[in-house]
């Protein structure tokens, strides 16, 4: 019988399905991405090193790739030039936006022309770099500045609406359920959420559950589910913790509490709480399963699904 682990505050019990482990070059393996991000049932890769960002399809090849040149022989390509390339989100319409961290732009594909142009050029606009970029159910745009520790809302043609300040530094924002924009405050080791409407703050998380080992020690990644409820890879701790987005309690659900970045995961791990998450990022949840991916030593990487009994 597989192992899992029971939430105790959803009610809910997570197994490992599968893990893939990624070698130097690999970029899609068994219908998967090491990083990669779901919208309508469609997954986006994100090669964040490699400057790539492209469509998997259910056969597990690739559709179509942006980068600065053509990446595998045959496949459609729009040329875009990538700069570590942080998430994938679609526009109303369905056209792509990809945000790149390193010179702080967002771009918009156009896939009917097979051309990308410069959506948001955030260096302009003063950003120091740009993290992850979402459309919430109104098609306007969030983009989370990493470092500069604030929040910013375009238009879906990339005009400056507002900006919500004082947070530390964000490394992952998801749009919630209702429409609250939720920031993972990493540099407050704190999980908070913006009002789109009057742009309030509330806090949901932060510092000491009621359990001393469910602490955010070091929370980089960041995924919610269908009714809101928030996954928080905590980078340093080696685990990933579930949050309830009304009390703000949290769960262990996966991870040892320590890590060997030289030791890839066993395949045939089922235990969530047995995996070795060294350096946790960019995880995605859609349909009931989370994507862990974690970094290991010498390029390689493993991701770890976890899927909701």
Excluded at 42 to 64: M, T
Excluded at 74 to 87: C, I, Q, R, S
Excluded at 203 to 221: L, M, N, Y
Aim: with cysteine.
């Amino acid at each position: 019988m597989a192992s899992v682990v029971k939430s105790a505050h959803a009610q809910c019990m997570w197994t490992v399905e599968r893990i893939v482990h990624f070698e130097p070059g690999d970029f899609v393996k068994d219908g998967l991405s090491h990083f990669g991000f779901r919208h309508g049932g469609r997954l986006y890769a994100v090669d964040h090193a490699g400057q790539v960002a492209a469509l998997v399809g259910d056969d597990g090849k690739l559709e179509w790739t942006v980068a600065a040149r053509p990446v595998v022989d045959g496949v459609p390509h729009v040329d875009a030039a990538l700069d570590f390339p942080m998430y994938v989100d679609l526009l109303p319409g369905g056209s792509p936006i990809v945000s790149n961290f390193g010179d702080a732009r967002l771009w918009r594909i156009d896939l009917r022309q097979m051309r990308a142009d410069v959506l948001v050029d955030g260096r302009g606009l003063g950003m120091v770099d740009m993290g992850n970029c979402v459309v919430d159910g109104s098609g306007r745009i969030w983009v989370n500045e990493v470092r500069g520790g604030r929040v910013w809302r375009f238009d879906r043609d990339g005009g400056v609406v507002r900006t919500v300040e004082g947070f530390g530094w964000i490394y992952d924002i998801r749009i919630a359920p209702g429409g609250e924009v939720f920031v993972l405050d990493s540099g407050n080791f704190a999980l908070r959420a913006i009002d789109p409407e009057t742009y309030a703050v509330r806090t949901v998380a932060e510092g000491f559950a009621s359990d001393p080992t469910a602490r955010f020690d070091g929370p980089i990644s960041l995924a919610l589910d269908e009714d809101g409820t928030a996954y928080v890879g905590d980078r340093f701790a080696y685990v990933v913790r579930e949050v309830d987005p009304a009390s703000g309690a949290m769960t262990t659900i996966a991870g040892r509490g320590e890590a060997d970045d030289a030791r890839a995961n066993d395949p045939g791990e089922c235990d969530p709480r047995r995996l070795n998450l060294p350096q946790i990022s960019s995880m995605d949840y859609c349909s009931g399963r989370l994507y862990v991916p974690t970094d290991l030593d010498g390029d390689r990487g493993d991701l770890a699904v976890l899927r909701r009994l």
